[in-house]
């Protein structure tokens, strides 16, 4: 059983397309999170949801949007893709109030 | 007061030998110390962990050194293999609030065989 599942693994488009991640966690946790993650590996953190309602926007552009039709569910909608989107995408979830955060496997994102 | 502050960026290790990465918080409210390794393709997973009242846990060949006074925490990777070649993330968080894991930036870490 996976714990936190995303898809694509891999997304290779165009610029200017707008494309969406699904990501899926049975964990029962209620806080997720997006994560951005470049070239030089850094993570950083674009989205935190808790219950359904965000709590974190780190000035992401208003291109990405998140959505949370449930507490186990955390997509990222991308607008108007540019070069610079271009990264591994990831999503993870944690307990509000406890320690251990769990991160999915990724979606890498080509944008060309 | 946010930062962890994480080094060296990367690191080359023989075959046998420790690895050590080194971290440093300025949060005094943190108390829940995690180290991740990602490998690869993959996402980055829980190592181990060290809460700030005791100052060292072991976990097989990994260990974490913990210094409260100095704000700043270790992690050791004793007879270094090249399966431990990943990305070694420390971080940290006050448990039980509605914060968020703070992540320092990396260290690469190459095992030469």
């Known amino acids: 059983d996976t714990a936190v599942s995303q898809t694509p693994k891999y997304l290779v488009t165009q610029m200017g397309n707008d494309k969406s991640i699904k990501c899926e966690q049975n964990?029962?946790?209620?806080?997720m999170y997006w994560y951005k993650q470049d070239s030089k590996k850094f993570l950083k953190i674009m989205f935190s949801?808790?219950?359904?309602?965000?709590?974190i926007n780190e000035t992401v552009p208003n291109r990405f949007s998140p959505k949370s039709p449930d507490k186990a569910h955390l997509n990222l909608h991308i607008n108007s893709l540019e070069l610079g989107d271009s990264a591994v995408y990831f999503c993870a979830s944690r307990r509000t109030g406890g320690a251990e955060q769990y991160f999915g496997p990724g979606t890498r994102l080509t944008v060309t | 007061q946010q930062q962890v502050k994480q080094s060296p960026q990367s690191l080359i290790v023989q075959k046998g030998g420790i690895s050590i990465i080194n971290c440093a918080y300025e949060?005094?409210?943190?108390?829940?110390f995690p180290w991740y390794q990602q490998f690869p393709g993959k996402g980055p997973a829980l190592l181990i962990a060290i809460r700030p009242d005791v100052s060292e846990k072991k976990e097989g060949r990994f260990t974490i050194s913990f210094n409260k006074s100095a704000k700043q925490f270790s992690l050791h990777i004793m007879d270094s293999q090249p399966g431990d070649s990943a990305t070694y993330f420390c971080?940290?968080?006050?448990?039980?609030?509605?914060?968020?894991?703070?992540f320092g930036k990396g260290t690469k870490l190459s095992v030469k065989p």
């Open positions: 964990l029962g946790h209620d806080t």
């Open positions: 971080a940290a968080i006050q448990e039980g609030s509605q914060g968020n894991l703070i």
């Open positions: 949801y808790n219950n359904k309602e965000l709590i």
């Open positions: 949060n005094t409210a943190f108390d829940y």
